[in-house]
């Protein structure tokens, strides 16, 4: 059975840092990554990494303040979050894929197995 289990989340500052967390198990995955979800808003990609990749990709609203990394072999993926924003505050999602097919993965319909989610909040 596949799980992803996301923590860390929590109340963070503007301008501050959060690291969020996510211990995969059942498999193991090719791609692994973030969305989001804020209050009445779709789900958005945040970043993601390949398999054995050095070169993560990130959506432009994060990129030079999140930093996502991976440890295979704990088959965990990480996102540290610098330099918090108020409209950072969302649900952030865990989300990952076994298919091996060199594709970058960005859309929510490409990620076949999602955790349940941790709640960020960015407030003063």
């Known amino acids: 059975q596949v799980r992803l289990v996301e923590s860390g989340g929590g109340l963070g500052q503007p301008g501050g840092s959060r690291r969020l967390s996510c211990v995969a198990s059942?498999?193991?995955?090719?791609?692994m990554g973030w969305f989001r979800q804020a209050p009445g808003k779709e789900r958005e990609f945040v970043a993601a990494?390949?398999?054995?990749?050095?070169?993560?990709y990130y959506a432009d609203s994060v990129k030079g303040r999140f930093t996502i990394s991976r440890d295979n072999a704990k088959n965990s993926v990480f996102l540290q979050m610098n330099s918090l924003k108020p409209e950072d505050t969302a649900v952030y999602y865990c989300?990952?894929?076994?298919?091996?097919?060199?594709?970058?993965?960005?859309?929510?319909?490409?990620?076949?197995?999602w955790g349940q989610g941790t709640q960020v909040t960015v407030s003063s």
């Open positions: 989300a990952a894929d076994d298919r091996i097919d060199g594709y970058l993965r960005r859309f929510e319909a490409e990620f076949r197995y």
């Open positions: 059942g498999r193991t995955f090719s791609t």
């Open positions: 990494i390949p398999w054995r990749s050095v070169v993560p």
